[in-house]
């Protein structure tokens, strides 16, 4: 027979999570003890599937490598989701609550996150998941990351003007112009038309008011 191994109180098991706090005695034939585990949870295991390495933890350790495993690279690990994730879940929740969303759809594809990860890349700073064609679906030839102020040009409630063959949002016809909105206004309410508004430069525009 093998002699006795003793422990002592307060030892930590070697390659576990778990520290020995005292005997339970005999089971039949097992010698059975009591462990605490690192994340603070008591349980009772027989000693020697702790030394053999059966048990190395209350259970917490498995559960945190099949959450690792099921959220792809730790994403989503202890509450540290990264952007990616986040806007993942995000566009499943808003497709299957949001009514504005109806008849939108996320391909087959991207049910599953690592499938996703792998078409869009990890989310840039400050920047949202945007469909190209907002009247189609959440698909890898329709979306992109996006910035807010690109996102609100391609909203539907965005109005497009055409000027000199091109088109733009009033708001992006300022920025390339370089004027605000509220000159644009103050030009119609003059009784400028929209084109002349948006068109004239500063100089000319004080001339015309002169």
């Known amino acids: 027979m093998p002699p006795r191994i003793e ?6 098991m ?16 097992t010698r059975w003890c ?23 933890s209350c259970g917490c350790y498995r559960s945190e490598v099949v959450a690792e495993k099921n959220t792809v690279h730790s994403q989503a690990v202890r509450g540290n989701a990264t952007g990616a994730y986040r806007s993942w879940t995000a566009m499943h929740q808003r497709v299957k609550v949001n009514p504005k969303y109806a008849g939108i759809s996320i391909c087959k594809r991207w049910d599953d996150f690592e499938a996703f990860f ?4 990890q989310r840039p700073d400050k920047h949202s998941i ?11 030839s329709n979306c992109i990351w996006a910035t807010v102020s690109t996102q609100a040009q391609n909203t539907t409630n965005t109005k497009l003007i055409t000027l000199n063959n091109q088109t733009h949002s009033i708001n992006e016809w ?4 370089g004027i605000g909105y509220h000159i644009i206004k103050q030009r119609r309410h003059r009784g400028m038309s929209l084109e002349d508004a948006i068109l004239t430069p500063m100089d000319k525009a ?3 008011k002169k």
């Not at 064609?133 to 698909?139: K, R």
């Open 34 to 56: 009591q462990f605490k585990c690192e994340c603070g949870t008591i349980i009772d295991k027989p000693l020697a599937w702790v030394r053999h390495l059966n048990t190395t």
């Open 174 to 177: 300022c920025r390339i112009m």
């Open 14 to 29: 070697e390659n576990t999570r778990l520290t020995y706090l005292g005997e339970l005695g005999m089971r039949g034939k």
């Open 118 to 121: 792998a078409d869009m890349g």
């Open 206 to 208: 004080k001339s015309h």
């Open 130 to 140: 945007e469909r190209k064609d907002n009247a189609g679906d959440y698909e890898p």
């Open 7 to 12: 422990l002592i109180t307060g030892q930590v």
